[in-house]
């Protein structure tokens, strides 16, 4: 089985700022979130976790994972999307002609920002990582749990559900809600 999870919340989510590779650890409503999450969750047989190495997500796995023998991988494929020079932006979404919301609002027209990852990039890496590490994995029926971000994690359950590129956020997961995808 393949399972994916979003990180707990930040207080960036809480103001809805761009956070992207910016390192933003969790915030105490986010260390519950992950509590609970690993409460919740804990009769679900994992065999390994991939994490992406950002504060945030390693938090939430460490949190899920708390008191389980299940090794935790860190792997930079695992990033989430590059905001470039708007990381840190509050509510870009309510910034006229904000070139980054093109991200949100129509990503196959999305042409990256100054120091800013496109889908393309995004898509080559996760897929990457998907081919090397998680199909072998599953080859062996290995149980695996990603821990990620947003929009990395869309880019995985697109590329695993065949879900195209203008319905890129439909595939969206909440914060510590696990979603098994194969």
């Not at 080859?139 to 880019?155: F, Q, R």
Request: proline share 5%; charged share 25%.
């Amino acid at each position: 089985m393949l399972y994916i999870m979003r990180h707990g919340k930040t207080d960036w989510n809480a103001i809805h700022k761009l956070q992207g590779r910016t390192d933003i650890p969790l915030n105490d409503e986010g260390r519950e979130m992950a509590k609970a999450a690993g409460s919740k969750y804990q009769d679900v047989h994992l065999d390994i976790c991939f994490c992406s190495p950002l504060i945030r997500a390693r938090e939430t796995a460490q949190l899920v994972l708390a008191g389980r023998d299940v090794p935790v991988v860190y792997d930079e494929r695992l990033l989430e999307m590059s905001f470039g020079v708007y990381e840190g932006t509050e509510n870009s979404l309510q910034i006229p002609n904000c070139p980054i919301n093109v991200c949100f609002q129509n990503p196959s027209q999305y042409m990256p920002v100054e120091g800013g990852e496109g889908f393309d990039e995004l898509f080559a890496r996760t897929g990457s990582f998907l081919k090397e590490m998680v199909d072998p994995l599953l080859k062996e029926n290995k149980d695996i749990l990603i821990v990620g971000h947003g929009a990395m994690n869309s880019s995985i359950v697109c590329q695993v559900r065949g879900i195209p590129l203008h319905r890129f956020w439909e595939a969206g997961i909440e914060n510590c809600k696990l979603i098994r995808l194969v």
